[in-house]
């Protein structure tokens, strides 16, 4: 997958003035499409409760729409503050099953040196999936989308 390319579409689309959920929407859409073997993909935001709440996704719906930090994989991204790349979930206790046909997941969180705002997950139905470059052209839009999430603070702020 081409990270700066999804990042330059999310450019234009934020110099068009699409509205903050619309471009989350369209960076998990941009994201998903770039390999039939992700099955699932959404953003998950941390709130000021310490809890992620389910945001934008594509895929079967789950149950987990809220998950604890330190809880699943998710969780655990939050608590060590460090992306979380799963080549087998069979393989580790702390997974939070999404869809028992998911084999493989990908966290990587959308963050800057001040905070964690969110994250981006991806399930795949291989095991796997996410080896070679994906965590980082997953990063390079993460990191576009920190950017957002921190203007977006700071025009609050500002209100
Ligand atoms: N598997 C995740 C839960 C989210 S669903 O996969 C969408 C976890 O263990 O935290």
Redesign the pocket.
């Known amino acids: 997958m081409q990270g700066d390319a999804i990042v330059t579409h999310l450019e234009e689309a934020v110099r068009g003035g699409m509205k903050f959920q619309n471009l989350l929407e369209k960076a998990v859409e941009l994201i998903h499409e770039c390999d039939e073997n992700f099955h699932?993909t959404?953003i998950y935001e941390l709130y000021p409760d310490g809890m992620l709440r389910?945001g934008p996704?594509i895929g079967a719906p789950?149950d987990?729409v809220f998950?604890g930090v330190g809880?699943?994989?998710?969780?655990?991204a939050v608590k060590e503050e460090k992306n979380q790349n799963i080549p087998d979930?069979m393989a580790i206790e702390?997974?939070?099953?999404?869809?028992t046909q998911?084999r493989s997941?990908l966290?990587v969180l959308i963050r800057d040196e001040k905070m964690i705002y969110a994250q981006v997950?991806l399930?795949s139905h291989i095991v796997d999936a996410f080896a070679g470059d994906v965590e980082g052209e997953v990063q390079k839009v993460a990191d576009f989308l920190a950017k957002q999430y921190r203007a977006r603070a700071s025009q609050k702020r500002a209100a």
């Open positions: 699932w959404g389910l996704f789950t987990h998950i809880e699943g994989v998710c969780g655990t979930v702390n997974y939070l099953a999404c869809s998911t997941e966290v997950d399930d």
